[in-house]
């Protein structure tokens, strides 16, 4: 059994504030001016009050700096620092946030610019992050709530119920890098990562390497974070019809094979520190993408590879027949 834990619906009820805990949010920015005070003032107003703000600006055009600046003012420097960006994508900014040697703090929580943080964000990852075992690479997730531009709630993303495992990593994003917490030992396994290999999402290389290293992986089905639709996101929420059929043409168009090339990439070079169990896996999935059709098929039902949701292994099943693994 690998050591990865998940929760049912909790009680939403507080949990004690553990206030000695310095957590270091890690933010990046790009031409953000129109969203980012409101996210800002959601940190600030956070129930776990022992946070520090760490901004990685990916060379905004707009007022961001400016605004960015009004708030390093109001708060210190102490409480808010800003760095300049790598300019290669909102992955590579996440990850070299996450190697800067400026940056301390107990525990690392990802914020986009333009989402709004309910106020017990920060408390509630810590509470249930805090739950696990120290000693190892911990990750929390949640379930966020999508809202549009008027900020009017409404759908949550979907709700996972399998357990979180390197398994379902291998082929699926379990959830959004803006509800993440991580630890200071998940934190030591991403900087190892290759900053010259081509990441496909910070949220996905996470969840793999967390859990193939035998981390803990908590995901919490209660949403932490009002996640923004608008027409400027890089990443959507996956939520209605034409979006999950985007998603499957891109599956079967050969984006599944380019993405996983790139994962395979990154976690082949975590394989001394992967368990028994999950270097088995990933041997497995590796001999089914270079088999013939029924050895592939056969060799996917070995892995034991799955995805969290009914029409998501309808289109890893469609992906394997048709090799598009």
């Known amino acids: 059994m690998e050591n990865q834990s998940f929760l049912n619906a909790p009680d939403r009820k507080p949990p004690p504030q553990r206030s000695k805990a310095v957590i270091g949010v890690l933010l990046c920015t790009y031409n953000g001016e129109q969203y980012l005070s409101q996210q800002i003032d959601s940190i600030i107003d956070q129930s776990h009050e022992n946070w520090k703000i760490y901004v990685s600006d990916d060379g905004s055009t707009d007022d961001t700096l400016q605004i960015l600046e009004s708030y390093k003012k109001q708060l210190g420097e102490e409480r808010l620092q800003i760095f300049q960006g790598p300019q290669d994508g909102f992955a590579k900014n996440f990850l070299s946030l996450i190697n800067r040697e400026e940056i301390d703090a107990d525990y690392f929580a990802f914020s986009d610019q333009d989402d709004i943080w309910l106020k017990d964000k920060l408390e509630r990852s810590l509470h249930l992050l805090s739950n696990t075992p120290g000693n190892a690479p911990n990750l929390y997730c949640s379930r966020t709530l999508l809202f549009g531009s008027t900020?009017?709630?409404s759908e949550m993303s979907p709700l996972f119920q399998a357990l979180p495992s390197f398994k379902n990593a291998l082929v699926q994003s379990l959830a959004g890098g803006n509800t993440m917490l991580i630890n200071q030992q998940s934190r030591e396994l991403l900087k190892r990562i290759d900053s010259n290999q081509k990441i496909i999402s910070h949220d996905w290389i996470t969840y793999l390497v967390v859990s193939g290293c035998g981390g803990h992986v908590v995901y919490d089905p209660e949403p932490t974070v009002l996640y923004r639709q608008h027409e400027n996101n890089l990443i959507g929420g996956n939520m209605n019809l034409r979006e999950r059929v985007s998603r499957l043409r891109k599956v079967l168009s050969g984006s599944f094979i380019e993405w996983n090339d790139h994962n395979l990439v990154i976690i082949n070079s975590f394989k001394t520190l992967l368990t028994e169990q999950n270097k088995a896996t990933?041997?497995?999935?590796?001999q089914a993408r270079n088999s013939h059709l029924f050895g592939?098929?056969?060799?996917?039902?070995?892995?034991?590879v799955y995805r969290q949701t009914v029409a998501g292994n309808i289109s890893l099943a469609l992906a394997t027949i048709l090799n598009k693994l």
């Open 282 to 286: 990933l041997e497995i999935f590796e």
């Open 296 to 304: 592939r098929i056969a060799l996917i039902v070995k892995s034991g």
């Open 151 to 153: 900020q009017t709630k």
